[in-house]
């Protein structure tokens, strides 16, 4: 019904030909433009200053004739800059066509248009980390019931004896007993400065 698709056959190189002839022309027409533009600027500063009136029709019909082509130009230079945006999007369909035929014929990509076996194997894996994550969390679960059962253990490696007991009561005793010489020799020292400089001033 439909005939054979001639973009099919359109070889990029031939789109990039095509798009630096058209680049040309337009660049052509614009700098034509620009100079006709910078022409009109003179001829209206010489009409300006001109006293003859035979030379100011003159210049203002060269100034007619260049706005008319100015503006031809800039028409065709439009109408040049639209035709190679469509040829640049053409190019670029062509780089995307070939980009996804040359990715989708790696092997693996191959893969995923097997939709029901790539659905299968999703749900698989799932279904396998799911498992795993719960092995995880009960073997967590039990590590921390056994250490907690560890810390709450009353074993005797750790507890205190009636003997510990009784060295630990001396201990804190001895710091006591040590906390208040040293306060008694703060006293003393200080009694003793303040004695030498009464000594002194007297």
């Known amino acids: 019904m439909f005939?054979?698709?001639?973009?099919?056959?359109?070889k990029r190189?031939?789109?990039?030909?095509?798009?630096?002839?058209l680049s040309k022309q337009q660049e052509d027409l614009e700098t034509g433009v620009l100079a006709k533009s910078d022409e009109v600027e003179k001829l209206l500063e010489r009409g300006r200053?001109?006293?003859?009136?035979?030379i100011k029709l003159l210049c203002a019909k060269k100034v007619t004739s260049l706005r008319d082509e100015i503006?031809?130009?800039s028409k065709r230079a439009a109408f040049l800059l639209y035709n190679i945006k469509m040829l640049e999007k053409l190019k670029a369909a062509i780089d995307d066509n070939q980009?996804?035929?040359?990715t989708t014929k790696l092997p693996l990509n191959r893969l995923l248009s097997d939709q029901k076996a790539l659905a299968q194997f999703l749900e698989s894996a799932i279904s396998s980390r799911a498992d795993a994550e719960n092995t995880l969390v009960e073997?967590?679960?039990?590590f921390e019931s056994y250490e907690q059962a560890a810390a709450d253990s009353g074993s005797p490696i750790y507890s205190a004896n009636e003997s510990d007991d009784e060295l630990l009561a001396m201990f804190e005793m001895q710091e006591q007993l040590d906390s208040e010489s040293n306060v008694d020799s703060d006293i003393a020292s200080a009694d003793a400065g303040a004695a030498r400089r009464a000594d002194i001033s007297e």
């Open 3 to 10: 005939g054979r698709n001639k973009f099919k056959k359109l």
């Open 13 to 21: 190189e031939d789109v990039v030909d095509a798009i630096i002839e």
């Open 49 to 54: 200053k001109e006293k003859n009136r035979d």
């Open 71 to 73: 503006k031809r130009d």
């Open 99 to 102: 980009f996804v035929n040359n």
């Open 139 to 142: 073997a967590d679960r039990m």
